[in-house]
């Protein structure tokens, strides 16, 4: 069982499969995509970009940590390709907190091989995206 110092607030049912958060500190968490053969585009085994993306972008908001964050924008850089069976880990480091704005960079690894690297621009808003005005 895995133990985090901070609860988790967000993001709560983003399946593992696609990414599993593995340690949560304020401003801080890391995560894990361990890689599958649904995830694959060709015979060669190379997986798709956007679950690696996905996985990218969950360790950002977790992050943040807020109930209501969104993602705004990002840059990414995909360094390396990533095959069937490998397994990336994602940890995050906070580049600027500013209200309810915030950047968090994203450094995916293999082994110590860096296969991505991306800025997140997230917003903490103050109630659900999708919840309307009443």
Request: hydrophobic fraction near 45%.
């Amino acid at each position: 069982m895995i133990e985090f110092e901070v609860e988790l607030k967000t993001h709560t049912k983003y399946l593992p499969k696609f990414g599993r958060l593995i340690e949560l500190k304020k401003d801080y968490a890391k995560v894990i995509l361990d890689t599958s053969e649904e995830m694959a585009v060709d015979e060669y085994g190379l997986v798709h970009g956007g679950f690696t993306f996905s996985a990218a972008d969950f360790c950002a908001m977790a992050t943040v940590n807020e109930p209501y964050v969104v993602l705004v924008r990002s840059q990414n850089e995909f360094l390396g390709p990533v095959k069937v069976g490998e397994s990336v880990v994602f940890e995050s480091e906070v580049m600027m907190k500013e209200k309810r704005k915030w950047e968090v960079k994203v450094t995916g690894k293999i082994d110590e091989i860096k296969v991505f690297e991306g800025i997140f621009g997230c917003v903490v808003l103050d109630k659900h995206v999708l919840k309307k005005n009443v």
